[in-house]
């Protein structure tokens, strides 16, 4: 039961760069590590649990020594802090439906939500501006480097009609780059 499994470990280099190592372990080694791993997260959680519940204990030990008006006074406070933070929470999400209309109509693409979203109106529609702004700039930037290169030659379509026969004549890696410039065009040639 010796069984050896290849497992790739991923190692980093001096230089930055990682690679990929292949390892072989025995069935003890991979167990043992899965084990360790399991152990580890269900320390983790069981640590997770202890401290809420002790906090829980904290809390009924802090509403035990209160007398009724403080205990009603706590527990209106508390009520208070989670209509505040519901009202935030509900207040984000219009922000974040009015931003996804905002930028819908500036032609952004509205995945972009998120980076402009803020708890108030000003500072959300400032944001919008900022990205609308750098946005286009980037945009521009990149169809003017684009427009300074020479256009290649060879990718222009031809002014001439292809006919079957012509098509038949084509060498494979012409009717290829057909293929990859008018696929529409080389299943009407291949169909006919």
Do not use: C, H, W
């Not at 360790?36 to 020594?65: F, G, I, N, Y």
């Not at 990149?142 to 038949?168: A, G, M, W, Y």
Request: hydrophobic share 35%; no cysteine; charged share 35%.
């Amino acid at each position: 039961m010796n069984e050896e499994m290849n497992v790739t470990a991923t190692e980093e280099v001096a230089s930055g760069e990682s690679t990929q190592e292949a390892r072989t372990y025995t069935q003890e080694e991979f167990q043992k590590a899965l084990e360790s791993e399991v152990d580890k997260r269900v320390t983790q959680a069981m640590k997770t649990a202890q401290r809420k519940a002790d906090a829980r204990v904290k809390e009924a030990q802090k509403l035990a020594q209160m007398n009724e008006q403080q205990r009603y006074e706590y527990e209106l406070e508390t009520r208070e802090k989670a209509i505040v933070e519901k009202e935030k929470a509900l207040a984000l999400a219009e922000n974040k439906a009015e931003a996804v209309k905002v930028l819908s109509s500036k032609g952004i693409s509205a995945q972009l939500v998120d980076f402009v979203v803020a708890e108030d109106a000003e500072s959300m529609m400032a944001n919008i501006s900022l990205l609308e702004k750098e946005f286009k700039a980037s945009v521009k930037a990149e169809v003017e480097r684009r427009l300074q290169t020479s256009t290649p030659k060879k990718n222009l379509p031809t002014d001439s009609v292809i006919t079957k026969k012509d098509f038949k004549n084509m060498k494979l890696t012409e009717q290829a780059e057909l293929y990859r410039n008018n696929p529409d065009l080389y299943k009407q040639l291949m169909s006919k």
